[in-house]
Antibody
Framework: EVQLVESGGGLVQPGGSLRLSCAAS????????MDWVRQAPGKGLEWVGR??????????QYAASVKGRFTISRDESKSSLYLQMNSLKTEDTAVYYC??????????????WGQGTLVTVSS | DIQMTQSPSSLSASVGDRVTITCQAS??????LNWYQQRPGEAPKLLIY???NLATGVPSSFSGRGSGTDFAFTISSLQPEDFATYYC?????????FGGGTKVEIK
């Protein structure tokens, strides 16, 4: 059974940093592109960024709103995905979802989502 | 970025009703469109990918159609568990972008 379990959310002050983790199980982690998607309270879904799979050298791409502040990484030995968030702003307050793309394709079909972890940026 | 315009933003319907939601892309996205369901307090769930392909385990009461810029998602007979928010999402180009959502409520 595919499982994605996020952790690391919490309350942080504006300008602060936080690192989210996502533990993956039930599939061959290195085969899949992985994404982070967020959802502000009461709002819609916003793509944050993605990392490619092993075959495509684990490259990353980011939304303009987080580029230069957020960094996605992965540890294949732990089947884990990370989101390092720096210079946090109040508008980064959201539930952050770890998500897996279908198959080993680059196509952005997200077939599994974690339960989400809440990040609150407030003074 | 490709803008996804979803309508309506909300609707009220009864159990057994047929419901259709539309999604329009700001440019041609071929058939690179997904539909997700999100119940309150839960993560989104993939229902339809590639505009018209049913995801694994999804009931055939859900369907999707369209290509290019205009897409539609239909629930043929609304069930109690279908009351949720539905999102379209394009994957023709990065950044992945989502529609604003359609909240389906009980009449």
């Amino acid at each position: 059974e595919v499982q994605l379990v996020e952790s690391g959310g919490g309350l942080v002050q504006p300008g602060g940093s936080l690192r989210l983790s996502c533990a993956a199980s039930g599939f061959t982690f290195s085969d899949h592109y992985m994404d982070w998607v967020r959802q502000a309270p009461g709002k819609g879904l916003e793509w944050v960024g993605r990392t490619t799979n092993k075959a495509n050298s684990y490259t990353t791409q980011y939304a303009a709103s987080v580029k230069g502040r957020f960094t996605i990484s992965r540890d294949e030995s732990k089947s884990s995905l990370y989101l390092q968030m720096n210079s946090l702003k109040t508008e980064d307050t959201a539930v952050y979802y770890c998500a897996r793309r279908q198959g080993s394709s680059a196509w952005g079909i997200i077939d599994y989502w974690g339960q989400g972890t809440l990040v609150t940026v407030s003074s | 970025d490709i803008q996804m315009t979803q309508s309506p933003s909300s609707l009220s319907a009864s159990v057994g009703d047929r419901v259709t939601i539309t999604c329009q892309a700001s440019q041609d996205i071929n058939n690179h469109l997904n539909w997700y369901q999100q119940r309150p307090g839960e993560a989104p769930k993939l229902l339809i990918y590639g505009a018209s392909n049913l995801a694994t385990g999804v009931p055939s009461s859900f369907s999707g159609r369209g290509s290019g810029t205009d897409f539609a998602f239909t629930i043929s007979s609304l069930q109690p568990e279908d009351f949720a928010t539905y999102y379209c999402q394009q994957y023709d180009n990065l950044p992945l972008t989502f529609g604003g959502g359609t909240k389906v409520e009980i009449k």
